[in-house]
């Protein structure tokens, strides 16, 4: 079976994490420091919408291969990717600021964590049966 649809999400996902870790060398740059925020709070914000990128986007990945490599139709596969990208890229806009924006960080959160729990449930459903 040929992965056709999972390389575009996770190309897309890393661009994206490029892009957020650009930003927090940017920031580190900015404030002179290698390691840790140096106290501040535009650092710090940085350094959480890499990392929680790093943390959420791996597993959404691994969820998608694995329905695309069971076979999932490819419109199901496609909408769970554009959950995990939306939820992503939502999460990283809301961190673009001091403080992170409720308004998107919540949705994003939501997105992720839905396609998670669709992946998973169609994955155990698809192993039982």
């Not at 002179?32 to 106290?39: F, N, P, Q, R």
């Not at 959950?83 to 939501?110: E, T």
């Amino acid at each position: 079976m040929t992965v056709a649809i999972t390389p575009i999400y996770a190309a897309l996902l890393a661009l994206l994490y490029v892009w957020l870790s650009a930003r927090v060398i940017g920031g580190r740059f900015k404030y002179k420091t290698s390691l840790g925020d140096a106290g501040q709070p535009e650092l710090l914000t940085r350094i959480r919408g890499q990392a929680n990128c790093a943390e959420y986007a791996p597993i959404g990945l691994i969820l998608l291969l694995l329905a695309e490599l069971q076979g999932a139709p490819a419109m199901a596969v496609h909408v769970l990717g554009l959950m995990l990208l939306a939820g992503r890229v939502l999460h990283a806009v809301a961190f673009m600021s001091d403080v992170p924006r409720q308004s998107l960080r919540g949705p994003g959160m939501i997105l992720t964590f839905a396609m998670i729990v669709f992946a998973a449930l169609g994955l155990l459903g698809h192993a039982v049966v």
